[in-house]
């Protein structure tokens, strides 16, 4: 280890760790920090991480100690450990398997340490919960209240173990397809196995419910559609749109013995309900008025699921929420790249679909070949100046939307693709009027939330079979959406600063590619403005994940095609 001086590491007493990028061990520092903590902001060389009740629970459910988390800080630390912070992690990680619920002859329990409940036992949002205070260390509860008692519990800061049990649903006749119907051989690769084993977690009531984090291509699909076939019970699917349904049934049929009329899609038209069911969260939280009911919620309750799979679980909307807290005897697992969520609701996932189960590092499996290597470059225009008055006057808001439609970016767009010329290219923005512009003037195809599913899925299959080598998506292709080949992709404007959205865009290059396995990601944004903060927080998962930027700034109107020319 360098001297003190040279580490990486500044510790601070409110759970705030700064990492200096520029010190020896920084890359080594980081792939440690990212198992229990969270990256919030960068300036220049030093980004801040900050550790959560959360963060340290779901290190807590992968099986780090604190000993492990405070010998990772002291071992990188610049400084001593600030007695504060030291003492907090210990006090979180130790609350950590102190509570837990069982079921004892139908009667919901929540037993623990007696130190805690005791904690507990003066706040009125539990209390109200509990029926009998039976003995030391055993409290009985209404029957109703899993759910809600367990996001409670969250908030206030007590992690709770499930270990209640679940019902075990509908019996399905399915397995695995040795050779699938695409007549290829089929086996799970290792780290699948191990987060369907993790998972279901045999012989102890502590599987069941919980989320499997791996990157974009790496196979989550794969991973839920195991995890149903060892369970073999009637599933219900959530996923985020319908050519997500439609991947996800086509994926079914080809690797399980599972037959066309077992698998259901209810989205648009179509409102099959059937052994295997796949909806979308847009149907499930339709309604004709903020007064009227949920009209599809129904769809948790149809049939006797054994299993309800959440894909894209850090898009799970408020209304999922509430309906899952009323379904906690039914195994759940959330499926995801990661587990950011902008909207504050991390806490909800912890609490009704469980801890984090399995947790891959992008930069393992790029190493290990199972998904691309991808370059990251962010080019940095200036505001053209056709807009840089209209840009002086407006408003935040406005400013934002100034600078990401900003025309001077058409012209890097145009050299990137002649840079990369044949390769299977992504142009992904976030306004239409933007987009629209720039499908007319390279005469190339716009994929947006208007465009009819068979005509959107047409272009799809055009893409994937190489007959269309670039296509411009809005957000709608933001999730689930399996473009294989995709080499390029060229960032023109994003949803301000979501950290979520970048991983996901990035994760549509992922997919392993055949010859050098490389992938090229671009972000272009309006230099010295408020897109330029927004980018640098968009990209901090990536940053926590390895991952860097290089940055290419294009100095002024005049020599923009000279430079872009040079990239």
């Known amino acids: 280890m360098h001297d003190l001086k040279d580490r990486p590491l500044i510790v601070q007493s409110d759970l705030m760790v700064l990492l200096d990028e520029r010190k020896p061990d920084a890359e080594q520092a980081r792939e440690k920090l990212v198992l229990f903590m969270d990256a919030i902001r960068r300036a220049g060389a030093i980004h801040t991480y900050r550790m959560t009740p959360l963060t340290l629970w779901n290190a807590a459910a992968s099986g780090f100690t604190a000993e492990d988390i405070v010998g990772w800080l002291t071992a990188y630390s610049r400084y001593e450990l600030p007695f504060q912070a030291e003492a907090m992690i210990r006090k979180l990680i130790g609350r950590y398997g102190k509570l837990w619920l069982s079921n004892d002859s139908e009667r919901l329990m929540m037993n623990g340490d007696d130190t805690l409940l ?250 290990s070949a199972h998904i691309a290597a991808v370059s990251c470059t962010e080019i940095r225009v200036p505001l053209h100046k056709n807009v840089s008055a209209s840009y002086a006057q407006a408003s935040a808001r406005s400013k934002f939307r100034l600078a990401a439609e900003n025309p001077g970016k058409i012209a890097i767009v145009e050299k990137l693709l002649q840079e990369h010329a044949g390769k299977p290219t992504l142009i992904i923005g976030q306004y239409l009027n933007q987009l629209n512009e720039l499908a007319a003037r390279l005469q190339v195809p716009l994929l947006t939330g208007e465009v009819p599913q068979q005509e959107r899925q047409n272009l799809y299959e055009r893409f994937k079979a190489g007959d269309l080598s670039v296509l411009i998506v809005s957000k709608v292709a933001n999730f689930a959406v399996d473009l294989p080949d995709a080499a390029v992709a060229i960032q023109i404007s994003g949803s301000f600063g979501s950290r979520q959205e970048e991983a996901q865009r990035i994760g549509r290059l992922l997919r392993p590619k055949a010859g050098a396995n490389q992938a090229w990601f671009y972000t272009i944004v309006t230099d010295q403005t408020k897109e330029t903060e927004f980018a640098m927080r968009r990209q901090l998962f990536m940053l926590e994940q390895g991952y860097h930027y290089e940055r290419i700034s294009i100095t002024s109107d005049e020599d923009r095609q000279e430079e872009a020319a040079a990239l």
């Open 118 to 367: 005791e904690e507990l036992s003066g706040q009125a949002s539990i209390m109200q919960y509990v029926t009998i205070r039976l003995n030391s260390g055993s409290w009985e509860l209404e029957n109703y209240c899993r759910g809600p008692l367990k996001q409670e519990l969250t908030r206030l800061g007590y992690p709770v173990i499930d270990l209640a049990g679940y019902h075990a649903g509908e019996v399905l006749e399915v397995e695995l397809r040795k050779r699938t119907l695409r007549d290829r051989m089929f086996e799970l690769r290792d780290y699948q196995q191990s987060a369907v084993e993790l998972f279901y977690k045999e012989g102890t009531v502590q599987g069941g419910s919980g989320v499997i984090v791996l990157p974009c291509g790496a196979g989550k699909t794969i991973v839920g559609i195991a995890a149903l076939a060892r369970l073999g019970r009637a599933t219900l699917i959530l996923t985020s749109n319908s050519t997500s349904v439609k991947q996800w049934k086509d994926e079914l049929l080809d690797k399980t013995t599972l037959q066309d009329s077992e698998v259901g899609q209810y989205c648009g038209a179509l409102k099959q309900v059937r052994p295997v069911t796949i909806a979308t969260y847009t149907i499930l939280t339709h309604r004709k008025s903020k007064e009227m009911p949920f009209t599809h919620m129904k769809l948790f309750t149809e049939r006797d699921w054994g299993l309800i799979i959440y894909d894209e679980v850090h898009l799970l909307p408020a209304p999922v929420f509430r309906m899952t807290a009323d379904i906690q005897a039914t195994r759940r697992l959330g499926l995801t790249a990661t587990l950011v969520r902008e909207d504050g609701c991390a806490e909800d996932v912890y609490s009704l679909i469980g801890p984090k189960q399995f947790d891959m590092q992008w930069k393992l499996a790029e190493a």
